[in-house]
């Protein structure tokens, strides 16, 4: 892998501390369970914490933290100082899942602990956020002798504060440490920190790649200004063509917060070596051309005949009102004639992009009768927007009730969501007749979609819901999915579910096997590994079963099912993520259930893998790979394997590359 210096950080970071020694299987599975079903079982945990085995105990110190029993909070105080740093590192951590503000003061105590507790200690404090401000700032203040890994945490900590301490994170700036430097620079570039920019300036010729792609982050409009703009513009030039592709992303992207003062420089990187950046740089068309001729967007569409960069270009057009050929209606060789659906598509999130009412009609309004559901959801999404009827359009509010009864979940969902924020009881009667269908999804997404309606029409218009319709809601049975009785649980029409037989959940018995099968041969040392192969090579990710061992086993038995065969990269962000495990293809797709999120303290750095979500307990088969460190995402989405080969193939990764299948080594 490249970037030794944080190679080196995020190895510190992963480095799973856990011993080898014999664990109870059935007592570690009923954690497994008790955390899986998020309810606490105090007399488990104490039995756990006083005669558990030191994997046994760290696991019972982190599930505290995953199933919110704030209550044990004093407990994880004590544990704070325990002499296995395993257990004390995840007492740290399970804090700061807790926001527990009764914990600053120990938790600025413990940054005095060892490295592996005092780095969760500062990471728990600025998750905890403002009552912790003062502690973060006073650690940093003090220039005492700390292990790298801490102050950085405690930068990455500060960089969550609202005001930002800009004059500290400045401070740190020259440090010798690159991780140190690194986070430094995050905490001015993440939340724009205006009055740090022109201190980062220099570390734009630094030689670590990370950093100067922050600093690039760093140089934007939004925090570089029109006052530093005269300097910022010719350091992003610069990076624009560094020799490390991220940068030169990061920097295109920065580019484009100036409109047309970057149109050279965006222009040229249309024509990059790197696909990703001729990407970004297309995608940056929209400000960067705004204006600019027709022939400019003519040009910009023949320099690249890669689908995903014209698809940004198409887009980027159609947000200037340029219509190019292939989205013309006119054109009888245009991208809504293609066969394959995801040209068809394009065409519709491009007329998306217009703000011309009429011309939203003309592109995606033939497209929402199409034969794939996926080219139908993308052009009621195009339509989304105008649905509102305060936006003077009722028509287009009208035309949602053709996607109410559509046979696609997702085409239904996005209809009825796009009328949710001044829904009527009126509507709630055709939503309500949709919802029928709903319960033959293998897909939640019009279940939620309608409960979240339901619940903002009674809120407004409540007066007008007549006994019948009442009556129709109340007598709903209760979904087969968590998702759905979440999004009504304080729905007071839907009372009765929370009284309904809770939904199955495994027997002891899975979790046993899990323990026996994925849990103890990782603490043995035998983790187990997955080979991605994919058109541009393979990607070897070895997984983390100690941390999140459902996640993991979820994943192993799809990829044993053959559920990741023939597959695409759906989605790629260029220096941000690779995400794959949509059969739909398109991001909206699953297995048809969701897992429980198994937050730990894995950390986002280069190459860790981690589950999509479209919200709290949501995952299911899309997975992520991020291509740079990725702090933000830390203990928000569940990380459960990272990169150990194969670093250049998912480096050279694009959108719609095909995924051809994943092994799991046996």
């Known amino acids: ?181 690194w986070a430094a620079v995050y905490a001015i570039a993440r939340p724009y920190a205006a009055a740090g920019v ?51 992303v990061n920097a295109i992207r920065a580019l484009a917060t100036y409109g047309a003062r970057a149109r050279d420089a965006i222009v040229a990187a249309i024509r990059d070596p790197d696909e990703n950046v001729r990407l970004t740089a297309a995608q940056s068309l929209s400000t960067a051309l705004a204006g600019a001729p027709r022939g400019a967007w003519m040009d910009a569409w023949k320099a690249d005949t890669a689908f995903v960069v014209r698809r940004a270009v198409l887009i980027s057009a159609l947000a200037n009102e340029v219509v190019l050929p292939a989205a013309d209606p ?43 559901p996926r080219v139908r959801a993308a052009a009621f999404s195009a339509f989304a927007p105008f649905a509102d009827s305060s936006a003077g359009h009722p028509w287009r509010r009208e035309y949602m009730a053709f996607a109410l009864t559509d046979a696609d979940p997702i085409v239904r969902s996005v209809a009825i969501a796009s009328l949710e924020s001044h829904g009527t009881a009126a509507e709630a009667v055709h939503v309500l007749q949709g919802y029928h269908l709903s319960a033959m999804d293998s897909l939640d997404d019009a279940r939620v979609a309608t409960m979240r309606f339901l619940i903002a029409a009674w809120r407004h218009d409540s007066a007008e819901f007549s006994d019948s319709l009442r009556g129709a809601i109340r007598a709903l049975p209760a979904p087969p999915d968590q998702a759905t009785r979440d999004a009504a649980r304080d729905f007071a029409l839907l009372a009765a579910w929370r009284s309904a037989p809770p939904i199955p959940t495994p027997e002891l018995a899975w979790y046993e096997g899990i323990v026996r099968s994925l849990i103890v041969p990782a603490l043995g040392g035998k983790p187990p ?34 559920y990741y065969q023939s597959l695409h990269w759906h989605r790629v962000v260029p220096a941000f993520v690779a995400q794959d495990g949509d059969r739909r293809g398109e991001g909206s797709g699953g297995p048809g259930y969701t897992i429980r999120d198994e937050l730990n303290r894995l950390r986002y750095a280069r190459g860790v893998v981690g589950m999509a979500l479209s919200g709290p307990d949501t995952g299911g088969s899309q997975y992520f790979l991020t291509l740079t460190p990725q702090p933000h995402l830390d203990a928000g989405y569940t990380a459960f394997a990272r990169l150990v080969a194969g670093a250049a193939a998912l480096d050279a990764t694009v959108q719609g590359d095909a995924i051809l299948g994943v092994r799991i080594a046996e």
Not at 109 to 117: D, H, Q
Not at 350 to 357: K, N, R, V
């Open 529 to 562: 590994r997955a080979e991605i192969s994919t058109a541009r090579g393979t990607i070897t990710i070895e997984f983390a079963p100690v941390d999140a061992p459902l996640t993991v086993h979820n994943f192993i038995t799809l990829a044993r099912a053959g």
């Open 198 to 248: 022109r201190a980062a300036m220099p570390l734009a010729h630094d030689a670590d790649a990370d950093v100067r792609m922050l600093v690039a982050r760093a140089l934007s409009h939004q925090g570089a200004g029109d006052s530093l703009a005269a300097l910022a513009l010719p350091l992003l030039d610069t990076l624009a063509r560094d020799g490390d592709e991220h940068v030169r």
């Open 330 to 372: 006119d054109d009888p060789d245009g991208w809504r004639h293609q066969g394959d659906w995801r040209y068809r598509a394009a065409v519709a999130d491009a007329g998306g992009a217009s703000t011309d009412p009429q011309r939203v009609r003309e592109i995606a309004l033939p497209l929402t009768r199409d034969p794939d």
């Open 1 to 181: 892998m490249r970037r030794s210096a944080r190679a080196a950080f995020a190895a510190l970071l992963l480095a799973a501390p856990l011993s080898a020694q014999q664990v109870d299987v059935a007592r570690y599975a009923r954690l497994l369970q008790m955390a899986d079903q998020r309810r606490i079982d105090t007399l488990l945990i104490a039995d756990l914490l006083a005669h558990g085995s030191p994997p046994e105990r760290a696991a019972a110190a982190r599930a505290i933290g995953q199933v919110h029993a704030g209550a044990l909070a004093p407990r994880l105080r004590t544990l704070l100082g325990d002499r296995d740093t395993a257990v004390a590192a995840n007492a740290a951590f399970a804090l700061g899942l807790l926001r527990d503000t009764a914990s600053v003061a120990v938790l600025a105590n413990a940054l005095g602990a060892p490295e592996e507790v005092a780095s969760e200690a500062a990471w728990s404090l600025g998750a905890i956020g403002a009552p912790a401000s003062r502690a973060i700032q006073s650690a940093l203040m003090m220039r005492i002798a700390r292990p790298p890994a801490v102050t950085a945490a405690l930068l990455l900590a500060a960089s969550k504060l609202k005001p930002e301490p800009v004059a500290l994170a400045v401070s740190w700036l020259d440090a010798e440490s690159t991780p140190v430097r």
